[in-house]
Structure formats: structure tokens, C-alpha cells
């Protein structure tokens, strides 16, 4: 049966190639971590979320070979039949405690918490009130929802202001947004959207998976950075960014919503368990976090200070605070070359091009993590000046 289907495939293949939109996978044989062995080179990583280094460090393996000693595994099941461990209620506990939430719900990933959230309490009667940025799996989750879908531009709250006034009628109101919007790393303008929502009586979801963990005074979230800690009605986000870097995610909220979900999530009820070490390792990752506040002072001095030379250096950088540092580059095939003469200089970084990002608006994404030295940093921006051409 596929030897028709064979052409059609090739030629999608062909097609994505053509169009420079091939992406390529590095091949990692080293930890992750500030520096990183791709083939026989050690390269200076600057494209991991490891915002706050705790990906690959000793302190993160050790706490999954415990959890791994003590819980096994796996689970072989689905949280509701015999899934659940001890580890599983206690990293539950802590994740809502740690982002300022009532409860909070483990799934395997952020994916599949924005998969499975929308669909299991909202649908025909409701409208979900979405920013045009928004990351895919947002967009994903609100299309297996049966509620109403309405888009604000990007940030602008005239815009929603406006949509929302257009929707009074409906039984129930939810504007959904990114905490931190991870292709130029600017951030939500929560207030605005918190006013907005107490003014028209709707809910706010925020994805804060690139913000969890360092963004705020105690690194609970983009909600902690713009002042608006328990205006925020529902938030998800991932453990496999700055709270260890593996996998998993969670959706955490008012207690009832979150009993909904362990009856109706779809995503939740149908997969199996966060793996114990995972759960265990991230569940130390938070406590790590909590008591090593140096990690989150040090991941700011370098942004800022990256930030500044690369703008000194002559390159577009948009206006943000956060350690997602996009340098604006607008041709696909420049961005793409100048990405591979960096990777000759030691320098990991990844290009993004249409459709990732709109056409002429290439760009190289770089990230800053704790880890990095300023020698590192000043070596990153001496090859961006180099193989700039």
C-alpha cells in the first residue's frame, strides 16, 4: 500500500529541503550543559532552555538515581488504576505551593497538559480568547475544544479589550496567552491582561514554560515578575526547561479545577505515569531552587550583560529582559550560514526561518543560562561580529 503513497512523501521531503526549512539534529554525545560534545568537538551551548544550568549537573542525577533506587522505573499504568506513588502526590504538592497555586496536576509533558486542560472543562457556549503568538501546543489543546476560538493581536490589549466586549454572551470567557513568548522572549503584559479580565469577568491561562523556575523575585513565574500573583487563574508548564531540563509538565489552578481534570483530562487519563525519576528529580530541582537564589541573580547578570555587547556590537536585538535573546537577522539562508560559521567557531546556536517565524524575520535564538562564563559570553559575541560578513 505505501509504494503510491512513496512520491507524495519524497516530495514533501523535497519541498521542505528546497525551501531551507530542513532541520537538521546535532547529534549530542556529552550531557547537557553549558558546553556540549557534537561529533568530536566540545562546543559552547547556547541554544538549550537550560536557563538556571540544572540539566546534566551532578546534584539533578543524583536525585533521579535515588528516586530511580527507591520507586523503580516505571509505572506500567495510568495515574488512576495503580500509577500513582507517594512522589507523585508530593511534586503535585510542591509545584502549586512553588508557583502560588491551590493544587496542581502531573502530565508527561507541557504538550499534553495544553492538550489535555481545554477539552475537559470548556466547550460550546464558551470562547477561548487566544494572543496570535501563542506556542503551538496552546493552539493544539484549543482545537480539541469545542468552544468558540477568538485571536488578539499579539499583545495589543485594545485588541482584546475589543474581543472581549464582542463575547459578553458567552457562558464563560478565557484568555489564553504564553508567560514568556519563546521565539523574540518578550514577555505577557499579565497586568493588562489581569485588568481586562476582572473588568469582563473571564478566566487567564498562562503557559509559563519558558519562565518557571527564575522569572519573578523567587523564580515562581512571569505571573511573580509582573505583580500579579493570585490574578492568575490557571497555569501550565514544564519541568524540561529550568526545572531540570527532562520532561513533564503540569497544569496547577484552583483545587475543583484541577479534580475536573483528573476526571476528564483525556491526556492524563490515557498516559502513563511522569516517570518516578523524573518526578523525583524535579521535585528536588524545585527544592534546589528554592535555596540557591544566587543561580537566578547569576542567569540575569549575564542576560543583561549579553544583551548590552551584542547591541554595542551593532545587531538587532529586541527589547526584553529575558534570557531568550533573539539577534534579527531577516534572510533565511543568512541566518542559516551565519549559524553553521558559528558552530566552526565553537559556538552552538540554532537558526530560525520561516514558518517557524514570519518571512524575513530570520533569526538566530540565543539562550542564556546561568552556567555561562563571562568568557563565554564575550566569546559568543566576538564570533557573531566575525561571522557576520
Known sequence: MYTSF???????????????????????????????????????????NNYLGMAGSDEMVQAAKEALDKYGYGLSSVRFICGTQNVHKELEKKTAEFVGMEDAILYTSCMMANMGFFAAFLGEGDVIISDALNHASLIDGIRLCKAERAIFRHMDMGDLEAKL??????????????????????????????????????????????????????????????????????????????????????????????????????????????????????????QYIENHPELREKLWENTKYFREQMQKAGFTVPESVHPIVPVMLGDAKKAKDMATAMLAEGIYVIAFSYPVVPESAARIRVQISSNHTREDLDKAVDAFVKTRG
Open 6 to 48: 512513496k512520491p507524495i512523501v519524497e516530495q514533501e521531503l523535497k519541498t521542505i529541503e528546497e525551501a531551507g526549512l530542513h532541520k537538521e539534529e546535532r547529534v549530542i554525545s556529552s550531557r547537557q550543559g553549558r558546553t556540549v560534545r557534537v561529533g568530536e568537538k566540545e562546543l559552547l551551548n547556547f541554544c538549550a
Open 165 to 286: 466586549k464582542e463575547q459578553q454572551q458567552k457562558r464563560m470567557r478565557c484568555i489564553v496567552t504564553d508567560g514568556v513568548f519563546s521565539m523574540d522572549g518578550d514577555v505577557a503584559s499579565l497586568k493588562g491582561i489581569c485588568d481586562l479580565a476582572e473588568k469582563y469577568d473571564a478566566l487567564v491561562v498562562v503557559d509559563d514554560s519558558h519562565a518557571t523556575g527564575f522569572m519573578g523575585e523567587r523564580g515562581r513565574g512571569t505571573h511573580e515578575h509582573c505583580g500579579v500573583l493570585g490574578r492568575v487563574d490557571v497555569i501550565t508548564s514544564t519541568y524540561g526547561k529550568a526545572l531540570g531540563g527532562a520532561t513533564g509538565g503540569f497544569v496547577a489552578g484552583p483545587k475543583e479545577l484541577i479534580a475536573l481534570l483528573r476526571e476528564r483530562s483525556r491526556t492524563y487519563l490515557f498516559s502513563n505515569s511522569l516517570p518516578p525519576a523524573v518526578a523525583g528529580a524535579s521535585l528536588f530541582a524545585i
